[in-house]
């Protein structure tokens, strides 16, 4: 039996390695001695040497494309036996981006550009490149995953969702299997035993979630093994789902890296019998008796709920009241409270979450998008489907956990690419040991933006934002406005029908439709109205009616937690020198500004009697000071994951 060329024992192996691969997060003096080191290494590597070599790659690019078919194949064959065999030098690897590049040319009809070349080098060293949003990361990276495939025998490209993953997939297969390479995509829907086919495959498309979990699910059939044969017994002789972890290349590598960082990824199961949904009723009931400011206090930023002297006094007797003996424990009891508390202040319907078909659905932040298949821990998920009034599910117990933060330290090649990697470099280069590389655009960028509109009330904002998509609609552009949440878009939506604006709009409902969605937006007159869904991986061309009438014009309607959030929006415009237009709207009630700076922004709001804030200094330091704020307590959030990480390996190793 083999998997993917790979013996099953062999492929069992890697996958025992990769428990022992993770890469120590070095603080204090052994982190500037890692970073310093880094440094020291990359610098054969660094910008102005990739686009010296991606230069020398254009100049035999003449007599490689005058190749026939048959003898571009048998190059590509020849340095693909060169690779396997680990013969990678520099002249290799020129000749074989070169013969990569026409191959690419000829299968999908794109010519790569010298700075894309230099982005696919950038990727081939292990580096995280930035380029541009709409200059092409998907052909830099499909020129990169044929070698590294070659080199390593099984790469992962991971990316933000499952649409994105078969899209890519579909559309660079040829190029693949003219490099001797199969492809394939993991679906969310997909069976195991489908999976398994996939993964012995060279190349695998997917997102860090489906990904993960399989690998995860791999972790609980082996145990606590500490060698490939103790696990070969324990599996019966079958080899894992997934071969091992060998090359990673990350789409969208800020999204993946960083924002999903946050979470862990835990497997779990319902628990055997679930007769707590009276309780968490009961704690709901419980929670509405307390008067806020008496019996507790939130923290809306750290979503946190603190229980007063007189609000325990009151809990105490209301459980004394009660029958059932989970309320005997007061620390059981109070947490439970605490629960129903926070989901009432602190998780609202359109944004932490929805409903769907009577089920509480966790809404992505930074996606936009559903997340069917999880659910909030420690009793959370329960307070919170209490709180809407829905059948109450049974709380899981948890069978295993990964950060995605380790298991990216995991695989023994890692690189990424993305269009906002800059702002993130530092924690990039502490957490995975990878420096960023800024690739220069192959046009100047021709969008043009406009200076950001602050308003004193979100009233007033959701006006002007009618009025300047109504302006631009007059004139024939198409026009996509972005909002932070689910609630925002329907509320929009509302706003333009009421206008007599006809409209699109893409969110976590409407998902089935989003290829039709984008494949429209870029037409002349369109207005699409889009979660972050549209943010990222989304390509909107242009017609030519559209482009002489000036390009795209993007709207965000509330600043994000995170600045490159932000840009990769804004992105959508101005794409590969074409014309286009951005301008964002805030108001000083939007939610950046009332969780991370309500203060600073009450007093804004004092000190002027305008409408429009638009260039008031202390206007302007609100939102910048509340979206550093957000941006410091998601990298706070994110180091606790490490600790995390770092407790539960010194604790308990053979986990």
Not at 52 to 80: F, K, Q, T, W
Request: charged share 25%; net charge positive; glycine share 10%.
């Amino acid at each position: 039996m083999s998997v993917g060329g790979l013996s099953a024992y062999t492929a069992l192996a890697e996958t025992v390695n990769a428990r022992r691969r993770a890469q120590p997060v070095h603080t204090g003096p052994d982190q500037l001695v890692a970073l310093g080191g880094l440094k020291l290494r990359q610098r054969r590597t660094r910008l102005a040497v990739l686009l010296e070599h991606a230069s020398e790659i254009d100049a035999i690019a003449p007599g490689v494309r005058a190749y026939a078919d048959a003898r571009l194949n048998e190059e590509l064959a020849e340095v693909r036996a060169a690779f396997m065999l680990g013969r990678v030098s520099r002249d290799l690897l020129t000749r074989s981006m070169a013969l990569v590049r026409e191959a690419a040319s000829r299968e999908t009809g794109e010519e790569a550009y010298t700075v894309q070349l230099a982005g696919a080098l950038a990727l081939v060293h292990g580096r995280i490149a930035e380029m541009v949003t709409g200059e092409g990361k998907t052909l830099t990276g499909s020129l990169a995953v044929p070698l590294l495939a070659w080199r390593y025998r099984h790469v992962h490209v991971l990316t933000v969702n499952d649409y994105l993953a078969q899209r890519d997939a579909d559309s660079r297969r040829s190029l693949y299997a003219r490099c001797g390479l199969g492809v394939a995509a993991i679906q969310q829907e997909q069976p195991p035993g489908e999976r398994a086919g996939h993964y012995a495959g060279p190349i695998v498309y997917g997102t860090p979630k489906e990904i993960a979990a399989d690998y995860l699910r791999d972790q609980i059939r082996m145990g606590p093994v500490d060698s490939p044969w103790s696990g070969w017994q324990t599996l019966g002789g079958r080899g894992p789902i997934v071969p091992g972890l060998h090359a990673c290349l990350v789409d969208e590598a800020d999204a993946v890296l960083i924002d999903e960082g946050v979470t862990p990824l835990i497997i779990a199961r319902p628990r055997e019998a679930d007769g707590l949904a009276p309780v968490y009723e009961r704690a709901r009931a419980m929670a509405e008796a307390l008067e806020e400011g008496r019996g507790y206090a939130v923290d809306h930023l750290r979503k946190k709920i603190k229980l007063t002297h007189e609000g325990l006094a009151d809990l105490r007797s209301a459980f004394a009241r009660e029958s059932d003996q989970t309320w005997r424990i007061e620390r059981r009891g109070t947490e439970l409270v605490r629960q129903a508390l926070l989901a009432h202040h602190c998780y609202a319907r359109g944004r932490q979450y929805e409903l769907v078909d009577g089920r509480v659905v966790i809404v992505d932040e930074y996606t936009g998008r559903f997340l069917p298949d999880r659910s909030w821990e420690h009793g959370l998920h329960q307070a919170v489907e209490a709180k809407e009034g829905v059948e109450i599910t049974a709380d899981r117990e948890t069978l295993a956990r990964i950060s995605f933060q380790k298991f990216f330290r995991s695989y023994r090649f890692l690189a990424g690419m993305t269009g906002t990697a800059a702002d993130a470099a530092g924690e990039m280069e502490r957490v995975y040991g990878r420096p960023v590389t800024v690739i220069p655009t192959h046009r100047p960028v021709a969008r043009v933006q406009r200076p950001t509109r602050i308003f004193r009330t979100a009233q007033t904002k959701w006006r002007a934002i009618l009025d300047s998509i109504e302006a631009e609609h007059a004139l024939g552009r198409p026009v996509l406005v972005g909002t932070r949440s689910v609630e925002a878009s329907v509320h929009l939506s509302e706003l333009l029908g009421a206008r007599g604006l006809a409209h699109s709009v893409l969110n976590a409902h409407h998902h089935a439709e989003e290829a039709g969605t984008i494949a429209h937006a870029g037409e002349a007159g369109r207005i699409t109205v889009a979660t972050n869904m549209a943010g990222r991986g989304t390509d909107i061309k242009l017609t030519t009616d559209a482009r002489e009438r000036g390009g795209l014009h993007v709207i965000l309607t509330e600043i994000h937690g995170a600045r490159r959030v932000d840009r990769q929006f804004i992105g959508r415009a101005g794409r590969q020198g074409d014309p286009g237009s951005a301008q964002v709207f805030a108001s000083l009630e939007d939610d950046l500004a009332s969780r991370f700076a309500p203060s600073l922004a009450a007093l804004a709001v004092k000190r002027s009697r305008d409408e429009e804030l638009t260039g008031d200094r202390l206007a302007v330091q609100v939102l910048r000071l509340a979206q550093r704020r957000s941006e410091a307590r998601d990298r706070r959030g994110r180091a606790g994951v490490l600790r995390q990480d770092d407790w539960l390996e010194k604790h308990m190793p053979g986990r």
